[in-house]
Structures are given as C-alpha cells and as structure tokens.
C-alpha cells in the first residue's frame, strides 16, 4: 500500500530546531519531487520547501536561510531541518510528491512557544 507517513514533531521552544522525517512508499518517491507543507489553525495548507532530481531545491521566503529538505533514497525518506524556529512555524507539517497526490497522511504537529 502506497504510503506517506511523518514524524518528528514536537514541542519546541522558540529558538530551537527539530528535524521532521517523511518515509515514502517506492511508488510515491520515485516521482520527480518530494515536498513539505503545513498548515496552522485557521489557515490554508501552504507550500514549506521542495526537493527535485538533481538536488534542487527551494523554499518558502519565510523558512528559507532557516529551514533545510534533504532525502536519502537508500531509506525513501525525506526530512526537513528546522532551525531558528519561530512561533508562526507552528503548525501541522505534511509530506507530499510534487505535483501532489490526491491524499495526504497523517502530518505531525510542530509547536513553538513564545
């Protein structure tokens, strides 16, 4: 079964990091890019940064120079290193394929104190 599961979450103080990991089925990673998104209360789910073949990347301007996707396709995982956090990173972080797929998994919660 095709699956996308995170993990990783937390509490964290503002300031801090936290790395969020996403582990893929074979089918869902083999297409060309892999994403993180969040989504806060209240709020639409938004774009946080995106990997493609090759090892480009990019960012949202509000988490980048902060926020770091990597993948190792040894483990079809990919992660999202998140330093400097900030209170308005709090949300709840989802993987997805880029494009996206027509579901999404469980997310894990990221929240930062002030």
């Known amino acids: 079964q095709e699956q996308l599961v995170e993990s990783g979450g937390g509490l964290v103080q503002v300031g801090g990091s936290l790395t969020l990991s996403c582990a893929a089925s074979?089918?869902?990673?083999?297409?060309?890019?892999m994403g993180w998104y969040r989504q806060a209360p209240g709020k639409q789910r938004e774009f946080v940064a995106g990997i493609y073949r090759g090892g480009v990347t990019n960012y949202a301007d509000s988490v980048k120079d902060r926020f770091t996707i990597s993948r190792d396709s040894s483990k079809r995982t990919v992660y999202l290193q998140m330093n400097s956090l900030k209170p308005e990173d709090t949300a709840v972080y989802y993987c997805?394929?880029?494009?996206?797929?027509?579901?999404w998994g469980q997310g894990t919660q990221v929240t930062v104190s002030s």
């Open positions: 997805n394929t880029i494009p996206l797929l027509p579901y």
């Open positions: 074979r089918r869902i990673y083999s297409i060309n890019g």
